[in-house]
Each structure stands twice: as structure tokens, then as C-alpha cells.
């Protein structure tokens, strides 16, 4: 089955059909052909269009080995360091929210990491990794990660456990409704839980004109959604949980780099982009903007 595409035409969170075009968005892997970020007149919700078919979306995500979108291990360093920021990550989301969550579920896990580092710095807490695929991530089958659960997303919702904390890191841009996802998502946590949520900021540095052509965070077709601050408030507004929205740095250089030079990204192209990140630093500060959305979401 090919992959279909639909244009978009209204607005999911306003239900407006003023989607105005802003202008076109590209894949940094050269797939799938031209796409255009739209904005949507009324409340300010951006969208990638045309936009996978619903029925047909799964074909993007088919092979897990040749899909960038899956961060797989490539490089011992690249991933040594993958794994420190991530564990920064997640303390800095426990120093702004106190939790000490005893129950995690990492949606969307992808590879695992972040499923792994939560087991090492969390090590009362039980561990659940989902994702759609039916195999468990092969990083989470080595020791001494193999105790982490994993199930498939059908399998979370037929499910009746809770969590302290629900992982969605580069989750919600690539979901259809992302509203009624999240207000779904909300009965997973138990009194005292949280959501974090991580998404690429469409005003970061690599947004503007002479770079856009080389920003991995539109990544069409695959992000359905992208947000600024405004866009990400509105929607998490909507669902009636209360939140706190911050920004975060994220090395996106190397995928510049390579774009820039018209190769794939490998091994070469991170180091670079390790060069490069006290750059990308400076011009975010300048800018005012960096380069993820984070938020941190319990129920009222």
C-alpha cells in the first residue's frame, strides 16, 4: 500500500477553515515531495498539508530500521551522549514538578532511551515502554534494561493502569486530534501524575527563511502539527488540565549540516553538528527562541 495524502482544510482545535499558507515545508531525507505549513486565521494552529491519509499513515512508519524517525544506535559516542542529555532532561522535569514518580510510562518510546534512563535514575519505580510496533526495541531486551514492560499502544488502551509520569517527547506532532489524544491520555495518570510533553518550536533558530529549507523540525509528512508557545497554550488550554510551558536547547545542527550538503545524515554529520552547537546556542539566545517546547501537564 502507498502512502495517500489529503489536504487540510479545517482547523482541529477551532474547527475554522481559514488556513492560511504560510509556505512550503521539505523532509530533510528528500521524501515524499513538497508540503506547506498552513496557520490557521482564527487561533493560530499550524499544520503540515497535504497530510498522510489516516488510512494509509502507517506505511511511513512500516520498517523501523530505515526510518530516521526511529533515533536508532548508530554511534557509541553520539548515543553516550543521547543518554546523558537525556537524563538531564529528565531531571530537570523532576526538579520543576518535585515528583518522585513510582510508576512511568514512556509513550512512543521509540529506541527505549528515554525508557532506559528513567530505569536507572528512577530504579523503585516500574517502567512501561509503548510504541506501535509489536516488538519490544532491541536496546530494551539487553541487560539491564530486559525488566522494562513493554505493550503496544492497543494494548495501553484496553488497559486500566496508571501512572506518576507519562513520557510524550516528539509525540503529539506526529498524532491525528492531538486534543482528543491528550484528554484521553489524561485517565492514564494517576491524582498526582504528569504529563511531560516535548515538541519542536517553530520559531526556533533554523526557522528563518535563509535556513527553513534545513530545519528537521517540520519534518513533513511525518509532524501533522508544530507549535510556538501560543499554539502549544491553545491546545493544551483546551483539555482543561493545568500546565506550565518552558523552553529547552536540542543540538538540530547535524541534521542541518547534512541537509546543507545534500548527504544523509551519519556519524560525520553529528560530529559536526557537535562543533556547531555552541553556535546554534548563541544564535538561539540571540534569537530568543530555542529549539523545543516543553510542558509539564496534571490534571486540576
Known sequence: MTVQYENKEQCDICSGRKLENLFKIRNLEGLHGQFNLLKCKDCGSYYT????APQTISELYSE??????????????IDLLKDISAKKTLKNFIKKTNLRPRSILDFGTVNG???AMSSILFPQAEITACDFMADKPSRLEEPPFRH???ITTPQLLNSGEKYDLILLRHVIEHIFKPL??????????????????EVPNINALYSIPLLRNHYSGYNPP????HY???????????T???FKIWQQSMPLSSNAAASICKRKLNPFFQFIGILLHPIQKAGAAIKGEKEVLCAAVKNK
Open 49 to 52: 498539508s497535504p497530510y498522510p
Open 64 to 77: 523501523r530500521e530505515n526510518n530516521q524517525n526511529f533515533d536508532l544506535k548508530s554511534n557509541y559516542f
Open 113 to 115: 532511551r528515554y525508557a
Open 148 to 150: 522494562i514492560k513493554y
Open 228 to 238: 510556538d508557545k501560543s499554539a502549544l497554550s491553545l491546545l493544551l488550554s483546551k
Open 222 to 225: 511525518y509532524h501533522l502539527t
Open 240 to 242: 482543561n488540565m493545568d
Open 180 to 197: 482528543d489524544f491528550l484528554i484521553g491520555l489524561s485517565g492514564k495518570l494517576t491524582e498526582k501524575g504528569f504529563i511531560y510533553i
